[in-house]
């Protein structure tokens, strides 16, 4: 595999990455697990991996559209990978099991029950203001005298009173968009940021997967996940210097197709060639180069590309 040319970057990107790299790097991503799966809920989070050429998947629905899946938002879910690096980075803290939730629940009843009451009295006022409206337009041009008009409805607003009963299958819900107990506030601050342990994660297979990851995260580029291919990641050519990174260069998962598919193996894992033969021809029908990675004996990793050129 060829090593990517070098670009020089763009001047404004480069003044603009400085003033962001000491807010970067002094940020503590925090990561709420579900399970085993590491999700980033707050924006500043998203930023900050954002920043640093992490691209993870989006895949919460949206408060305004629920009822879809072509655009989606928070929790934006990071590959193992991307989490082991910015745990070796210490860039990232986990937050216990037992403190993610926070009381969310009980907060969220609390809320509910309190809307209910504020709607309740809306609704009954404005129920009066409907009685009120048609009472006085029913008895307009009729020989009923103006007191007689006031006892009548009087004596139905009172009735209302005593009859009305506001449903909850009427009450409108209001869908949060920040999740409770991952807030800004010092003490969530400061535990963010205390020495808590990530997850540890031995698994010979995924230490090539990662090994491979940073490789070419170092060569600088993007990667994202590529089980819909086959593969183990889609490969973005993207541009770093100095590890500051400019979203707006070509290479961007947001903007662009990948260039390659990155499939990880041993070195001494036997493949069969029919696989092989698979996977290259996948690799022709979607435009892209497929590479397997394997890790050498003297630690670095290689790279083997493969292309469809016809059968014999």
Same mark, same amino acid.
């Given at each position: 595999m060829e090593e990517p040319p070098c670009r020089e970057e763009p001047l404004a990107c480069q003044e603009e990455e400085e003033d962001n790299d000491d807010k970067s790097l002094s940020h503590v991503v925090g990561l709420s697990l579900c399970d085993s799966a590491p999700l980033l809920w707050r924006v500043q989070d998203l930023k900050t991996v954002r920043s640093q050429g992490l691209v993870g998947a989006l895949i919460g629905s949206l408060p305004r559209t629920p009822r879809q899946n072509g655009r989606l938002g928070r929790p934006l879910l990071l590959l193992p990978e991307e989490e082991r690096l910015l745990s070796e980075h210490q860039a990232a803290a986990a937050l216990p099991a037992g403190d993610q939730d926070g009381g969310g629940v009980e907060q969220y009843e609390e809320e509910q029950q309190r809307s209910y009451e504020k709607q309740s009295i809306l609704a009954l006022e404005d129920r009066k203001s409907a009685l009120h409206r048609a009472v006085t337009s029913s008895l307009t041009g009729t020989d009923v005298g103006h007191g007689n008009t006031d006892e009548t409805l009087r004596g139905r607003l009172e009735a209302l009173d005593r009859s009305f009963t506001f449903p909850r299958s009427a009450l409108a819900v209001q869908l949060s968009t920040v999740r409770a107990g991952l807030t800004y506030c010092p003490e969530a601050r400061a535990f963010l940021q205390a020495d808590w342990p990530i997850?540890?994660?031995?698994?010979?297979?995924?230490? +090539?997967?990662?090994?491979? %990851?940073?490789?070419?995260?170092?060569?600088?580029?993007?990667?994202?996940?590529?089980?819909? %291919?086959?593969?183990?990641?889609?490969?973005?050519?993207?541009? +770093?210097?100095?590890?500051?990174?400019?979203?707006?260069?070509?290479?961007?998962?947001?903007? %662009?197709?990948?260039?390659?598919?990155?499939?990880?193996? #041993?070195?001494? =894992?036997? +493949?069969?060639?029919?696989?092989?033969?698979?996977?290259?021809?996948?690799?022709?029908?979607?435009?892209?180069?497929?590479?397997?990675?394997?890790?050498?004996?003297?630690?670095? +990793?290689?790279?083997? #590309?493969? =292309?469809?050129?016809?059968?014999?």
């Amino acid at each position: 595999m060829e090593e990517p040319p070098c670009r020089e970057e763009p001047l404004a990107c480069q003044e603009e990455e400085e003033d962001n790299d000491d807010k970067s790097l002094s940020h503590v991503v925090g990561l709420s697990l579900c399970d085993s799966a590491p999700l980033l809920w707050r924006v500043q989070d998203l930023k900050t991996v954002r920043s640093q050429g992490l691209v993870g998947a989006l895949i919460g629905s949206l408060p305004r559209t629920p009822r879809q899946n072509g655009r989606l938002g928070r929790p934006l879910l990071l590959l193992p990978e991307e989490e082991r690096l910015l745990s070796e980075h210490q860039a990232a803290a986990a937050l216990p099991a037992g403190d993610q939730d926070g009381g969310g629940v009980e907060q969220y009843e609390e809320e509910q029950q309190r809307s209910y009451e504020k709607q309740s009295i809306l609704a009954l006022e404005d129920r009066k203001s409907a009685l009120h409206r048609a009472v006085t337009s029913s008895l307009t041009g009729t020989d009923v005298g103006h007191g007689n008009t006031d006892e009548t409805l009087r004596g139905r607003l009172e009735a209302l009173d005593r009859s009305f009963t506001f449903p909850r299958s009427a009450l409108a819900v209001q869908l949060s968009t920040v999740r409770a107990g991952l807030t800004y506030c010092p003490e969530a601050r400061a535990f963010l940021q205390a020495d808590w342990p990530i997850r540890e994660q031995d698994n010979p297979c995924g230490d +090539v997967r990662y090994q491979v %990851f940073r490789d070419l995260r170092e060569r600088g580029f993007y990667l994202t996940s590529a089980g819909k %291919f086959g593969g183990d990641f889609l490969v973005y050519p993207g541009l +770093v210097d100095s590890h500051r990174w400019c979203p707006s260069l070509p290479g961007d998962p947001l903007r %662009f197709h990948a260039h390659f598919i990155a499939v990880c193996l #041993s070195l001494d =894992q036997p +493949v069969c060639l029919l696989d092989v033969l698979a996977v290259a021809r996948l690799g022709s029908n979607v435009k892209k180069t497929v590479l397997l990675c394997s890790l050498g004996t003297d630690g670095g +990793v290689r790279y083997t #590309s493969l =292309q469809w050129s016809g059968m014999v």
